[in-house]
């Protein structure tokens, strides 16, 4: 291999030449000294010369004893030298004048804050605004009709509870919660804390299959087995039962001894509520989410609802033309060609006429007919099932239509899935009252102890379907047991949050119509509501139709001093 020859290219000299001439030049501009500015005349200038690092020099630790004790030294008799971390070492740099730094904040005309910069402007200049949220406290606790499937409570002080019951408190539990008991008062039973927080822990639910999870209604890893999926035999009697029980619950509930009970299918859940409750003059039901098809199936079954939380103006259905003008606002999906007849045969004289023959008259083929009926049929059907799945496609069932509601879904096919994990079970029925074939359940309890920020608080994490009355009963309980704050937060079924949205929808509507003559038996509603196993003091709060004690929950903090709640 022969050397390297010593002779270069007239590039390779050109090259050397502007690599040298460059690196002149950017030690000249490095070696300018700074000019001193008005508003500092005693500012010397900053030596940043880098011919050392171009050079190649070996750079000084800077973190070795001698040189920080160096650099220390420098800076007590230079305090005016440039810090690298200062930012007038980069005014420095650009050659910018540093009273720009220094300059003090602008005054801002607090009247003129129309714009996104001038806001912005006001926070920078004053740093010294504090934000305070003023909480509310409220005297009872809001009701949430969305099911909760997890609740945590938090204090300072232990919760009167304990995973080892004694005989005696879990027997008064029990008895207090079948019975539909006041502890508090009773001369027989344990009126222990404990005995009544176990009492409060209880629901009825059917059915019961101990290897299914059937709240929530979800495709879990636990599958069930073949023999509920292709036993015809087994599932026909697992529906008759539940056939029962679901009777069983409706003529409760239409019998003012049950305030309202849950169906929770794999779809839709489903909630029904006595006569009373929130205002309402007879039993209603709400069901979320549904779908086009359902809401098509209920048309068809004659059920009469409404959409109140749909944003649009097609919320509700009714036979009647009085009430259309009324209301002015109904289900898209009840325009049928019956109703499109009427409206012809009202606002158009003469005979009637085909729009398919109008459309060939024009000289369109059926072809092309065909085309444009398909056209607007897929944007009807594309509007309607917009809200499909949404809070928006709540349905509300009231009055005489609630029982329809019930045949329907004692008959739904589409309640009960054919294949997948839960393949033929029905639909669960959950309950604060016992009712023909329902299994007391008690909500899964577990007490910790966590620390935060060196203070110690005691949690207690509640799983399972939690219903609306267990929540006050639960409050009420922790308010005469214990002295100290506590807060709890709440996990939701998702799918149910709409029924709070709904219920308050309701309770305003009921509201407007106070002055109704038929209106007087609102009176009479908690007297009618005696037996259903609420107390006195909550039926009176789930009979209000005050819209303000309808929300849904978060979180709640109880306020030991003055007895308060806010959320």
């Known amino acids: 291999m022969e050397p390297p020859s010593p002779w270069k290219t007239p590039n390779q000299v050109m090259q050397i030449h502007k690599l040298k001439k460059r690196k002149k030049a950017l030690q000249e501009r490095m070696k300018q000294p700074t000019t001193s500015t008005a508003e500092e005349p005693n500012n010397k200038s900053v030596d940043l010369d880098f011919s050392r690092i171009l050079n190649g020099d070996k750079r000084k630790n800077p973190f070795s004893k001698k040189n920080l004790d160096q650099n220390k030294k420098i800076k007590l008799d230079n305090p005016n030298q440039l810090d690298p971390s200062n930012d007038k070492t980069l005014f420095t ?128 890893k636990v599958a069930a087995t073949n023999f509920l999926a292709t036993n015809e035999e087994a599932k026909q009697a697992l529906f008759t039962e539940w056939t029962e029980s679901f009777r069983s619950l409706f003529q409760l509930l239409r019998a003012l001894h049950c305030p309202y009970f849950y169906v929770c299918a794999n779809s839709f859940t489903c909630v029904f509520l006595a006569a009373g409750l929130c205002g309402a003059r007879g039993p209603c039901a709400l069901i979320a989410p549904t779908t086009c098809g359902l809401r098509q199936a209920l048309r068809q079954e004659d059920v009469e609802f409404t959409m109140p939380l749909r944003p649009d103006n097609k919320r509700k259905f009714n036979n009647s033309d009085e009430e259309r003008v009324k209301n002015n606002s109904f289900d898209s999906c009840y ?22 023959e109008f459309l060939s008259q024009m000289g369109l083929e059926t072809e092309e007919i065909k ?3 398909n056209a607007q049929a897929r944007a009807t059907a594309s509007a309607e099932s917009s809200v499909d799945s949404a809070a928006a496609s709540l349905v509300l069932v009231r009055d005489a239509d609630a029982h329809a509601l019930f045949n329907f879904l004692l008959n739904c096919k589409t309640a009960v899935s054919a294949a997948g994990p839960l393949a033929g079970v029905p639909p669960t029925l959950l309950a604060p009252t016992a009712f023909h074939g329902g299994t007391l359940h008690s909500l899964k309890v577990r007490e910790n102890v966590i620390y935060s920020e060196n203070k110690k608080y005691y949690s207690i994490e509640m799983k399972g379907p939690i219903l609306p009355t267990t929540v006050h009963s639960l409050f009420n309980v922790l308010k005469t047991s214990t002295s100290a704050q506590f807060s709890a937060t709440f996990a939701h ?56 004690v309808i929300k849904s929950l978060d979180s709640v903090k109880y306020n030991s001093e003055d007895d308060t709640f806010t959320w």
């Open 371 to 373: 085309k444009i009926n």
């Open 493 to 548: 079924h998702q799918p149910t949050l709409a029924f709070s949205w709904a219920t308050k929808k309701m309770a305003e509507d009921e509201t407007c119509n106070e002055n109704d003559p038929n209106h007087f038996t609102k009176a009479f509603d908690k007297e009618n509501l005696s037996d259903c196993g609420i107390n006195e003091n909550m039926l009176q709060l789930f009979c209000s139709s005050d819209p303000n």
């Open 335 to 356: 325009d049928t060609m019956d109703d499109a007849k009427t409206e012809q045969e009202t606002n158009c004289s003469g005979d009637e006429e085909d729009p398919d």
């Open 93 to 220: 740099l650009l050659k910018l004048p540093l009273n720009i730094v220094e300059k003090p904040p602008l005054e801002v005309d607090t009247e003129k804050l129309s714009t996104f910069s001038n806001l912005l402007q006001k926070f920078t200049a004053d740093h010294t605004v504090e934000t305070h949220v003023v909480e509310k406290n409220y005297k009872h606790l809001t009701i949430d009709w969305a099911l909760k499937t997890k609740l945590r409570l938090m204090s300072t002080k232990p919760f009167p509870w304990t995973s080892k019951l004694k005989a005696s408190e879990e027997a008064s539990g029990i008895t207090g919660f079948v019975r539909c008991l006041d502890t508090t008062s009773s001369s027989t039973l344990d009126t222990s804390p404990r005995a009544r927080f176990h009492q409060t822990c209880l629901y009825w639910q059917h059915p019961h299959l101990p290897w299914i999870n059937l709240f929530p209604r979800s495709n879990g």
